[in-house]
């Protein structure tokens, strides 16, 4: 981070949730004879949770991520009994605050996106569910996610093997069941339908089921494509099931893989990409408020010359909610899925090859050139 986005007001963020947390709860004490004392600490550390999100939202000039964050925010506190009244309230007691500190280009940044968010509030947030039954494979994973919920394991297993019999691809298998289940998860759990202990299970579960369809693949002969692929999870990173899928369609597809998982520290993917030689290095990040992360790790590959020739493929929510963040961190491209990914891939590789021949062409008229003077 810079100096100048240390001074951004967000920098202090414990101070400015405690303070606004404090205000909220003056202006309507009630909150406090409904929640009482933990649900003032609560309120307190959402609030944190919410700066992060907007300090993101500001560094990446992404007024779509807090936007975003807001939908999500309304549809997860109503469950909890909060209004978008509440919401909208503690927003204005940011605002407020933003506005009362110097007034610098990172200010007015942070007042813009703000009253995004605001506005964001009175929209509805209501997300549909994921699994539609008329899309490919939508009535399965309907099934398999129902074996998951009711705790039948055994059934959402067998489920996956007649798919299989059936002549269901593992490819179409890991989009059209495993994500998409997944994404309903995600989507019971904020809308409280289901625990945390129950999304644990299902993803247990789903990544036990990934794990039994290895002995249908791997190994496989397949046609080397050349490509050597190493993909990692950004630092404090855990949602790694999205790189692993990719990961596997890579190797599928006869890249040489290297899956380095969920939280990877700078130095460690560096040895990797410069040990395996890496054509295409793949970084995945779920929460925006690692993207700045992301974005020092690219720096640090670019700023390497023994790895400044990989060509880095970023991807996950925050990619995928801002479309064209990739071009702010530094990346060569992006894609939202895994089978995206892999034409993506190829177009990045032409595009270094063909970059490379017109350097050669460049220096061989160079030297060309430099004879002729010297004669
Ligand atoms: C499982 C899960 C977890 C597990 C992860 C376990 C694991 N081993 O991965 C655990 C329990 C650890 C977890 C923790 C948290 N989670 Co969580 N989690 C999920 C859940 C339900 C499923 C994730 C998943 O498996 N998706 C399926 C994969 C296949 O999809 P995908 O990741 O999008 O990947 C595809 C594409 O995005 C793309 N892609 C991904 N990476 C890359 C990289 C490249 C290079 C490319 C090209 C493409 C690409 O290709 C992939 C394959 O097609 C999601 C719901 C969701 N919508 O994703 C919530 C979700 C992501 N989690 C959420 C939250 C809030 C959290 C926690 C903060 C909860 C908490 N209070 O602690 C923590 C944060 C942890 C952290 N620091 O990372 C929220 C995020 C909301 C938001 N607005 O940001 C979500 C959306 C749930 C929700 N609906 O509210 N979580």
């Not at 099931?241 to 006869?254: H, S």
């Amino acid at each position: 981070m810079t100096i100048r986005e240390e001074q951004l007001l967000l920098a202090d963020m414990d101070g400015l949730a405690a303070r606004v947390t404090k205000e909220h709860y003056d202006i309507q004490p009630d909150l406090f004879e409904r929640y009482g004392k933990p649900g003032f600490e609560k309120s307190r550390r959402d609030t944190v949770y919410t700066l992060h999100y907007l300090a993101e939202s500001v560094r990446m000039d992404s007024p779509s991520l807090f936007v975003h964050y807001i939908g999500w925010l309304k549809q997860l506190l109503s469950g909890y009994g909060l209004t978008d009244a509440d919401i909208r309230l503690k927003l204005e007691l940011v605002l407020r605050c933003v506005r009362e500190a110097r007034r610098d280009e990172w200010t007015d940044r942070t007042v813009r996106i703000l009253e995004m968010g605001i506005l964001r509030t009175s929209e509805p947030a209501e997300t549909p569910s994921f699994i539609v039954e008329k899309h490919r494979l939508g009535r399965e994973a309907r099934t398999y996610l129902d074996a998951l919920l009711r705790s039948d394991r055994l059934e959402a297993y067998a489920l996956i093997d007649r798919l299989i019999e059936r002549g269901e691809s593992v490819r179409d298998i890991y989009q059209y069941v495993f994500q998409v289940s997944q994404y309903e998860v995600g989507l019971l759990w904020q809308t409280q339908q289901i625990s945390v202990a129950d999304e644990h299970y299902c993803t247990a579960i789903t990544q036990s089921a990934m794990s039994r369809l290895y002995q249908r693949w791997i190994g496989e002969e397949r046609p080397s494509r050349g490509g050597v692929f190493v993909s990692a999870c950004v630092g404090g990173e855990l949602h790694e099931i999205g790189l692993r899928m990719l990961t596997d369609v890579f190797e599928m597809e006869g890249w040489d893989t290297h899956y380095l998982g969920a939280n990877t520290d700078e130095d460690q993917l560096l040895d990797e990409v410069l040990h395996r030689g890496a054509d295409i290095v793949a970084l995945s990040a779920t929460m925006t408020f690692h993207v700045h992360i992301m974005k020092k790790l690219i720096g640090a590959l670019r700023a390497d010359e023994r790895s400044a020739k990989a060509m880095i493929l970023v991807g996950g929510l925050p990619f995928n909610v801002d479309p064209s963040l990739w071009k702010r961190i530094g990346a060569d491209g992006y894609a939202p899925d895994a089978e995206r990914a892999l034409a993506e891939a190829d177009r990045l590789l032409a595009a270094r090859a063909r970059g490379a021949e017109r350097e050669a062409n460049r220096q061989e008229a160079a030297s060309e050139g430099g004879h002729e003077l010297g004669s």
